[in-house]
């Protein structure tokens, strides 16, 4: 079941873990599973959900057979997680310490768009790939990033991005929420910690909600929240020896579904139809009238 989260998210306290999952039954605590030990108090503990996709600017490919996109090449880091990435390193500078890791779920073994986060600032990652994870569906998904999440002990707060960029469901973050528990901020345009509570304004269609929640807690974050950094060269350099660790589904417990067992189907695609010419006026003195008249068209103004 998802949570809407609204106001009343000031309300919701950390619950234990749900046995939705083979294998994620524990409580998450707050605490970190290698370089920080938990109950430590040394700073804040970050875990970012980064999606690796195939790189937008080339040419995708839909698998025929599935309708679903091709995903055998080289995959970059999400744009859309960039910004998860960027905003868990700036709380845990204002936090005085603390780390930031990663969970990703990708083919192959792909750790290409981890090294991006790692080299942006991230400390180490857990990459979940196997093959029994083809034809997985967003909640398999999420049953898999929640148990990498437990897999590095978990955190003080799991940051993801409100959708991916590449075939996006949007539900994702929330569905890892209730697998582990956790309270849920979804379309986070700016989040800060205060002690034990996360703040956050929560973007809507008419501005934003001040929302508070206990800790750990999960947010997702909307594209723009901050802008992330560029990885410096002794960033890059420094990511090629980060650890990653790569895991299977059995390795977490979590028994794969695949096509079969999927709740999802993608029943048929469509092309999108061609973007229109735009529309040239001339400027004949007057021209500020009609585009006043177009904006009032599309109820902008
Ligand atoms: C029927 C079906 C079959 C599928 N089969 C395959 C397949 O064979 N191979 C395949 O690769 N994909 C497959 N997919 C897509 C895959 O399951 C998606 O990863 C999943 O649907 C969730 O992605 P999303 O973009 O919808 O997440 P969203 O909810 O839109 O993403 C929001 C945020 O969640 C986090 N997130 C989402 N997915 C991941 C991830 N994988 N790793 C880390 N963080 C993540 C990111 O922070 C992201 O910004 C399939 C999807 C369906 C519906």
Redesign the pocket.
């Known amino acids: 079941m998802l949570r809407a989260v609204t106001d009343e998210a000031k309300e919701l306290t950390t619950s234990r873990i749900r046995t939705v999952a083979d294998g994620i039954s524990a409580p998450l605590q707050p605490g970190w599973a290698t370089s920080v030990p938990p109950g430590n108090n040394v700073g804040m503990k970050v875990i970012?959900?980064?999606?690796?996709?195939p790189d937008p600017a080339l040419p995708g490919e839909l698998?025929p057979s599935?309708n679903?996109?091709k995903?055998d090449g080289k995959l970059i880091l999400?744009e859309?997680?960039s910004y998860?990435v960027e905003m868990a390193l700036q709380l845990v500078d204002a936090a005085g310490g603390g780390e930031v890791a990663l969970?990703?779920?990708?083919?192959n073994g792909e750790v290409s768009g981890m090294r991006t986060a790692l080299a942006m600032g991230a400390a180490q990652g857990v990459l979940?790939s196997d093959p029994a994870?083809?034809?997985?569906?967003?909640l398999?998904?999420?049953k898999?990033?929640a148990a990498a999440v437990q897999r590095l002990g978990g955190a003080d707060l799991v940051?993801?991005?409100?959708?991916?960029?590449?075939?996006?469901?949007?539900?994702?973050?929330?569905?890892?929420a209730e697998l582990l528990g956790l309270p849920s901020v979804t379309f986070a345009k700016k989040v800060t910690v205060d002690g034990a509570t996360l703040k956050v304004d929560r973007q809507t269609e008419s501005g934003y909600d001040e929302v508070t929640c206990p800790m750990p807690a999960l947010v997702?974050v909307t594209a723009g929240v901050v802008e992330p950094r560029y990885p410096s060269f002794k960033g890059i350099m420094a990511a090629k020896s980060k650890p990653v660790e790569t895991v299977t589904a059995g390795d977490l417990g979590v028994t794969p579904v695949g096509?079969a067992g999927?709740?999802?189907?993608?029943a048929s695609v469509t092309q999108a139809p061609a973007r229109q010419a735009g529309t040239v006026v001339e400027d004949d003195g007057e021209t500020y009238a009609k585009i006043v008249e177009f904006l009032e068209g599309l109820k902008v103004i």
């Open positions: 970012v959900c980064v999606k690796q996709i698998d599935t679903t996109l995903r999400d859309s997680d998860g969970v990703s779920m990708a083919p979940v994870l083809a034809g997985s569906d967003a398999t998904t999420a898999i990033l940051i993801a991005g409100t959708e991916s960029s590449d075939g996006y469901t949007g539900t994702v973050p929330e569905q890892m997702s096509w999927a709740g999802q189907t993608v």
